[in-house]
T-cell receptor, first 113, second 116 residues
Framework: GNSVTQMEGPVTLSEEAFLTINCTYT??????LFWYVQYPGEGLQLLLK?????DKGSNKGFEATYRKETTSFHLEKGSVQVSDSAVYFC????????????FGGGTRVLVKP | DTGVSQDPRHKITKRGQNVTFRCDPI?????LYWYRQTLGQGPEFLTY????????KSRLLSDRFSAERPKGSFSTLEIQRTEQGDSAMYLC??????????????FGPGTRLTVL
């Protein structure tokens, strides 16, 4: 079946540091890939997506590229802010699986001023 | 606001009691998904509907769980004889397009269940 593995946290950074969160997946066919974010006390929000190989999703300064050859979708941001402190979830979905989402375990990121 | 609402937002119950949650998805969207998220984990799929039809149930959904979507609009998730292990956040989601053709999903705020 489908599965997503992402690096465990917490990840603690200083403001303006570079952030990378690794995500790899196992899936049949050609899944779509997503990053969701959960800010403290808030619901799950879609951050970005990529639907085919070599697509780059981007939003709010975050980027992730769909790498089929390495089955990866790593999240990056060049200069984090305190407001980026949150839990980040990598996820995939596929038509063969009814488009249901399979999530990784989440990575907590804490940005200190 | 994603357009998905859930009620109640919080529920505290005693072990052995029955509870029911409601989800109102994005208006006129054909598909509706339920997930469960326990503390420190990613959400896990429970079940989904295409209009009124329940098309798939996860093995996480034991016989004590039942979900319905009687008119193809709102959905309810009932847990009978609750156990402490049922304590979790229950999330509802709508896909990004009315016919469910897009893969991304938009989530409601969730119902946090605590079983004492």
């Amino acid at each position: 079946g489908n599965s997503v593995t992402q690096m465990e946290g917490p990840v603690t950074l200083s403001e303006e540091a570079f952030l990378t969160i690794n995500c790899t997946y196992t899936a049949t066919g050609y899944p779509s890939l997503f990053w969701y974010v959960q800010y403290p006390g808030e619901g799950l929000q879609l951050l970005l997506k990529a639907t085919k190989a070599d697509d780059k999703g981007s939003n709010k300064g975050f980027e992730a590229t769909y790498r089929k050859e390495t089955t990866s979708f790593h999240l990056e941001k060049g200069s984090v802010q305190v407001s980026d402190s949150a839990v980040y979830f990598c996820a995939l979905s596929g038509l063969a699986a009814g488009n249901k989402l399979t999530f990784g375990g989440g990575t907590r990121v804490l940005v200190k001023p | 606001d994603t357009g998905v609402s859930q009620d109640p937002r919080h529920k505290i119950t005693k072990r052995g009691q029955n509870v029911t949650f409601r989800c109102d998805p994005i208006s006129e969207h054909n598909r509706l998904y339920w997930y469960r998220q326990t503390l420190g984990q990613g959400p896990e799929f429970l079940t989904y509907f295409q209009n009124e039809a329940q098309l798939e149930k996860s093995r996480l959904l034991s016989d004590r769980f039942s979900a319905e979507r009687p008119k193809g609009s709102f959905s309810t998730l009932e847990i009978q004889r609750t156990e402490q292990g049922d304590s979790a956040m229950y999330l509802c989601a709508s896909p990004g397009r009315r016919d469910g053709g897009y893969n991304e999903q938009f989530f409601g705020p969730g119902t946090r269940l605590t079983v004492l």
